[in-house]
Every structure is written in C-alpha cells, then in structure tokens.
T-cell receptor, first 113, second 112 residues
Framework: DQQVKQNSPSLSVQEGRISILNCDYT??????FLWYKKYPAEGPTFLIS?????DKNEDGRFTVFLNKSAKHLSLHIVPSQPGDSAVYFCAASETDNFNKFYFGSGTKLNVKP | NAGVTQTPKFQVLKTGQSMTLQCAQDMNHEYMSWYRQDPGMGLRLIHYSVGAGITDQGEVPNGYNVSRSTTEDFPLRLLSAAPSQTSVYFC???????????FGPGTRLTVL
C-alpha cells in the first residue's frame, strides 16, 4: 500500500491565482518531505522541502505547509504562472535514512493563461 | 557538466529478453538510485547504492539486478524481462542531503 498519497490526479488554475496541491502520508516515521516538479520527457527536479520540526517553509512563490497531526502537507504556488504547468510529486523520507524516498503518484497542474 | 545521463531513451523488448539500462553521473556523488514510474503509482525505488561496491534493495527490487563498480556508473539489469516491467525508469544521484537529489531524463521501456 502506498505510504504517500496524492489524491488529486489533476488541477486546473487560472494564471495569477493560487494553486494548492495536497499530499497525505501514513508512515509516522516520515519526518522529511520534498516536492518535485516534472516536465514531460524530463526527470523530476527538486522544488522545496520541509522538515517535521517546522510547519511552514517558503521559497519565493512556493510555500509548503506541514500538518503532522493530520499527516498532511500542501504546496501553495502564488501567483501561478503558465510555466508552472507540470506534474508535481510529493516525497517523504526519514531523517535517519535519506537513502530511501517514497513518492506520491503526482498531481498534474495546468495553469491557464 | 552533463549531470545524470541515461541510455537508451527508449527500448522495446520481448518477454524473456535481457538488457541493461545505463546510468552515469559526473558530479562525484556517492549515492545513486533507480526508480520506476508507473501510472497512478508515482516513483518507486528499485535499488540504491551509497558508494562503489555497496548496493541495497528499495521498495520493488524483484526482477532487477544492480552493481556499482565505479562512483560514476550504476547500471540496472533485467535478466528476463516481463510485461510487468514495462515502465519509465529514472536514475538519480545525490551528494549527501536529501535536497540534492538529481534525476536523469528517464528510459521508457516496453516489454511485449
């Protein structure tokens, strides 16, 4: 059974508005979380991460929120731009073992001009 | 600086055939790994290596072999391909911390 889940396969947002991508996890040992962005025919690229000692991390237009009690994290993109259209993967790991990463199934974001 | 390179980009095999997917990195990263991406499943870790001569299993290792004789290369071997191994395969490497993982462009494999 998947330990990291992204229940929305796709999301469509108007340019300039906020995009919110969600991710849930089941393994309580996970304490480090990452978001990757993937364009077609390319490998995923690292976007932003958060450790479980924080509940928020910002990097420019991208903010990740972590709710440990709910085992839920979300990625906010504000404002959304057409170039943000891609598949976004959530991933989780344990701080004691950065050799194994568990990925969600991805959410395809379409930002309409 | 090419980063992580994978060959071939595309491959079609018949059931029972063997092949090796190549992965190389020029960043002197100790850690390398292989993932497969399937629709609705995300990326799943097949095998990983923390240095030359050291390999370990990930989530879905069955049907795949790896070895790591040099820091630069981490080939993935399918000894007897099965249709269930039809997937897109990604190789990745990282220097140390989790945020430094770089992925190759992928190999799309079809097993008939």
């Amino acid at each position: 059974d998947q330990q990291v889940k992204q229940n929305s396969p796709s999301l469509s947002v108007q340019e300039g508005r906020i995009s919110i991508l969600n991710c849930d996890y089941t393994n309580s040992m996970f304490d480090y979380f990452l978001w990757y962005k993937k364009y077609p025919a390319e490998g995923p690229t690292f976007l932003i991460s958060i450790s479980s000692i924080k509940d928020k991390n910002e990097d420019g237009r991208f903010t990740v929120f972590l709710n440990k009690s709910a085992k839920h994290l979300s990625l906010h993109i504000v404002p959304s731009q057409p170039g943000d259209s891609a598949v976004y993967f959530c991933a989780a790991s344990e701080t004691d073992n950065f050799n194994k990463f568990y990925f969600g199934s991805g959410t395809k974001l379409n930002v309409k001009p | 600086n090419a980063g992580v390179t994978q060959t071939p980009k595309f491959q079609v095999l018949k059931t029972g055939q063997s092949m090796t997917l190549q992965c190389a990195q020029d960043m002197n990263h100790e850690y390398m790994s292989w993932y497969r991406q399937d629709p609705g499943m995300g990326l799943r870790l097949i095998h990983y290596s923390v240095g030359a001569g050291i390999t370990d299993q990930g989530e879905v290792p069955n049907g795949y072999n790896v070895s790591r004789s040099t820091t630069e290369d981490f080939p993935l071997r399918l000894l007897s391909a099965a249709p269930s191994q039809t997937s897109v395969y990604f190789c990745a490497s990282k220097a140390g911390g989790p945020d430094t993982q770089y992925f190759g462009p992928g190999t799309r494999l079809t097993v008939l």
